[in-house]
């Protein structure tokens, strides 16, 4: 279990993560802020689709999404007080939703409307699974077994995704075909295509990855594979979401860093991975890709985080910064 971030001192959370970056053998490089991309890397056809769906376009997005967090009075509150519970900077959950409703779904005018949503998620009758094998039972499958040596929700979900792509995904395995498809989209969607996951778009899978942390420094009970109302409880609650985003954007931070890279004055970057997930599988690559001659010494941000480099003055005014 993580030891909550808020009950450690600041002095001494510098020291243990300074300590913690030196015995990986890394110089804690600091990743300036802005975009590293000079021009807008693509955006994927899908958010085209359905910006064109709801005959709107992405500024028309991104201008609702901005008005909704410059009247919520509330939300912009809440964003506040779980910025400081994970000791991050309050832009970055604004940037994960400013992304998140610019290039997905579009926000609604009422926040609190998605309370409904929550409460029909919860009272549904559904499980994760896949061609009727649950989540649970297929990740006993040997070739999980690995996975089992980590005892962060972190570490053992991210474990299992990346063992799905590279044992399962796309193949033929004892008779069986399994779908060129991500782990998440095989498991962890089991209503129809589209669906949404609430205010801050979350996964079950990204909100599985992150209990351990909402639960040891938010307090909130741990969520199971098992239990799979009560996860879409509180990834479709707009209070218990944006605390998700702050434990989600904290996680990709911390691993980061363990890696030896300081992502903390991007933006940008913490919304890159909000959008595209698997921090400690791409923070590996990155270290690799920079300890080898010639490699890639910094990390940039995709579509989604490049708008919220390229606005960002325009977003710390919202929060009065």
Partial sequence: MRTSLSKIPALSLLVILTLTSACLGHELVRVPPGNRNS?????????????????????????????????????????KKAAQTYQIDPIHIVGALVGEHTYNI??????????????????????????????????????FAHCDAFTGSAE????????????????????????????????????FAGQTFGLGQISPLTA??????????????????????AIYRDIMDPERSVVYIAAIVRDAIDAY???????????????????????????????????APGGKKLPAENYYGWLVNDRLSELRALLGQ
């Fill in 39 to 79: 021009v807008q890397p693509p955006i994927p056809n899908t958010s085209a689709l359905r910006a064109k769906a709801f005959d709107t376009t992405y500024e028309e997005k991104y201008q609702k999404i901005v008005g909704v967090l410059r009247e919520d009075k509330e939300l912009m509150a809440s964003i």
């Fill in 106 to 143: 579009t926000i609604v005018n009422r926040v609190k409307s998605y309370y409904v949503k929550a409460l029909a998620y919860s009272q549904a009758d559904f499980k994760f699974s896949y061609k009727d094998v649950s989540v649970q039972s297929f990740v006993k499958k040997p070739e």
């Fill in 156 to 191: 053992l979900w991210e474990c299992r995704d990346e063992t799905w792509d590279k044992s399962f995904r796309g193949r033929v395995i004892d008779g069986v075909t399994y779908d060129n498809m991500t782990f998440q989209r095989a498991f962890f969607q089991p209503f």
């Fill in 208 to 229: 599985l990855e992150v209990t351990d942390l909402v639960h040891a420094t938010s307090g909130l009970p741990k969520l199971s594979a098992d239990d799979p109302q």
């Fill in 257 to 291: 860093r363990d890696e030896g890279f300081d992502i903390t004055d991007n933006p940008g970057l913490t919304a890159t991975l909000y959008n595209v997930g698997q921090p400690r599988r791409r923070a590996l690559a990155l270290r690799q890709a920079a300890d």
